[in-house]
Nanobody
Framework: QVQLVESGGGSVQAGGSLRLSCTYS????????MGWYRQAPGNQREVVAR???????WHEDSVRGRFTISRDAAKKTMYLQMDSLKPQDSAVYYC??????????????WGKGTLVTVSS
């Protein structure tokens, strides 16, 4: 199991920036990718960005060009740099680590989330 703790959320005006951090610990040997997800009131949780163990990454269309996911393996920390924030980015942001389990499936370990509020 991987333990994850998010930090860096807060309130910011539209056009501003925030950097979210996710520190993790535990058994990382089987983790295949990590990611940032968000959930706004009334909406389903959605993927924001993912990063693989090899460093390759993917960003959702609505944040591409504005958000950047990265990871510092030595510090056991994943980041989400958020620039040019928009009110619609307001949500609780979660970090997660996904790993394969015996039987061929995959499971995710999640942090408790950090709130990001973007005002106009």
């Amino acid at each position: 199991q991987v333990q994850l703790v998010e930090s860096g959320g807060g309130s910011v005006q539209a056009g501003g920036s925030l950097r979210l951090s996710c520190t993790y610990s535990g058994k990382m040997n089987s983790v295949k990718f990590m990611g940032w997800y968000r959930q706004a009131p009334g909406n389903q949780r959605e993927v924001v960005a993912r990063i693989n163990i090899d460093g390759t990454s993917w960003h959702e269309d609505s944040v591409r060009g504005r958000f950047t996911i990265s990871r510092d393996a030595a510090k056991k920390t994943m980041y989400l740099q958020m620039d040019s924030l928009k009110p619609q980015d307001s949500a609780v942001y979660y970090c997660a680590a996904f790993r394969f389990v015996v039987g061929g499936g995959m499971t995710g370990d999640w942090g408790k989330g950090t709130l990001v509020t973007v005002s106009s």
